[in-house]
């Protein structure tokens, strides 16, 4: 893992050396905060869950804006190959790549902590449904993040992995549009798939296994792809 380990050091470096960091942060905060607070005071209710049901559709334009690059940058400008012969394994990229941007949502997911102090200064928040819901939404900007490294690991193309991992993304969040118009026999899977009702379902407070399972098991299927992915070219 010390190989993993300084690539991510590597990655946090480059994005908070470029203004990408500074402006999917900025940009995410005061669309997301306009829209929350917005509903909020028509609601005029203290609690979270407004953010939590937006985030899902705003994590489907940032989170691949964050990841693109990671190995699609790599792979067109020909450095991938020279970072594989040095002592590092295929696997120790992925997860340093994936380590870099998940670290970097986490700081912009705890930077709106802000949103909940707002929240507790004017009603009675309740804590444990928020506290709930940001570990969710902690988990599902993990899951978000491993799609956008397997979408940059499958291009040479920084834009096509980004409209790779939008449309992964999305396809995962639109499947909680889509339960009721589906055959009643599908309609448990596709609830299952729906990326948003386990960040709602944990959102209420309750932190099921389940539902953690769920962020974590897409997490390593994406990651082993990626890894997959990058080894396929030894075998040409």
């Not at 448990?188 to 962020?215: C, K, N």
């Amino acid at each position: 893992m010390t190989a993993a380990w300084a690539i991510t050091k590597r990655e946090i470096r480059t994005y908070f050396n470029s203004p990408v960091a500074y402006i999917v942060a900025t940009v995410y905060m005061i669309l997301v905060g306009f829209f929350f607070f917005t509903g909020l005071f028509m609601e005029k209710q203290a609690e979270m869950r407004g953010y939590f049901g937006l985030t899902p559709i705003f994590f489907c334009f940032i989170v691949p804006a964050i990841t693109m690059r990671l190995l699609a940058e790599e792979k067109g400008s020909g450095t991938l190959e020279l970072l594989i012969t040095m002592p590092v394994r295929d696997w120790e990229v992925v997860v340093g790549k994936f380590l870099a941007a998940f670290g970097l949502i986490v700081a912009i997911v705890a930077a709106t902590g802000v949103y909940a102090l707002t929240v507790a200064s004017v009603g009675d928040l309740d804590k444990g449904p928020a506290f709930a819901g940001y570990v969710s939404l902690t988990l599902m900007g993990g899951a978000y993040a491993a799609i956008g490294v397997m979408a940059s690991a499958f291009t040479r193309n920084q834009i096509v992995a980004f409209i790779l991992a939008f449309g992964i993304s999305f396809g995962l969040f639109i499947f909680g549009s889509i339960v009721q118009v589906m055959p009643e026999a599908l309609q448990p899977l596709v609830a299952f798939l729906a990326i948003g009702e386990h960040l709602q379902s944990m959102a209420r407070g309750v932190i099921d296994t389940r539902d953690v399972l769920y962020y974590l098991s897409i997490i390593a299927v994406c990651l082993v792809v990626a890894t997959v992915t990058l080894e396929s070219r030894k075998w040409r």
